[in-house]
């Protein structure tokens, strides 16, 4: 059995590991499309980082419990499962909350550019004559900017 600073140290080192792995996870997704590359880092996540509760007080990774009672048939298997389930049932809410903001705050400035009242769509005069002829140049894309396909 493992005295409490072996348990903490344990965790230290899968929680890093972890993290290490969703980097690595976060670098090959980043050339998908948006909503799948999203969904996979969320799948991810919550893989790594569900405990599940396998002593009075003790917990071990969801995935590596289910890993090893699926090898020897362990009696903990059942409620790492249903932790895994609860956590992804979670995650995937509060991703379809996360999106539904993200439209929402989309379609509120897109429709706060738009003008709003007649006034507002009236030509201005040219203050002088050289200014009518000349046209505004497009801006530069920035370097960070990207398009995504839409289906």
Not at 19 to 32: D, K, P
Request: net charge positive.
């Amino acid at each position: 059995m493992m005295n409490e600073q072996e348990y903490l140290l344990a965790w230290s080192v899968y929680i890093a590991a972890a993290l290490g792995l969703l980097l690595v996870c976060f670098r090959l997704t980043a050339w998908m499309w948006r909503p799948l590359r999203e969904l996979l880092r969320l799948g991810i996540c919550v893989l790594l980082f569900t405990p599940a509760l396998i002593e009075q007080g003790l917990l071990a990774p969801s995935l590596a419990v289910v890993a090893l009672d699926i090898l020897k048939m362990g009696e903990h298997s059942e409620s790492a499962l249903r932790n895994l389930q609860l956590s992804a049932v979670v995650a995937l809410a509060l991703y379809l909350l996360w999106v539904f903001l993200r439209l929402f705050w989309h379609n509120l400035l897109t429709t706060s550019a738009s003008p709003a009242s007649p006034r507002a769509s009236r030509p201005r005069k040219p203050s002088s004559p050289t200014l009518v002829d000349k046209k505004q140049p497009a801006l530069p894309a920035s370097r960070f900017s990207r398009i995504e396909p839409y289906l």
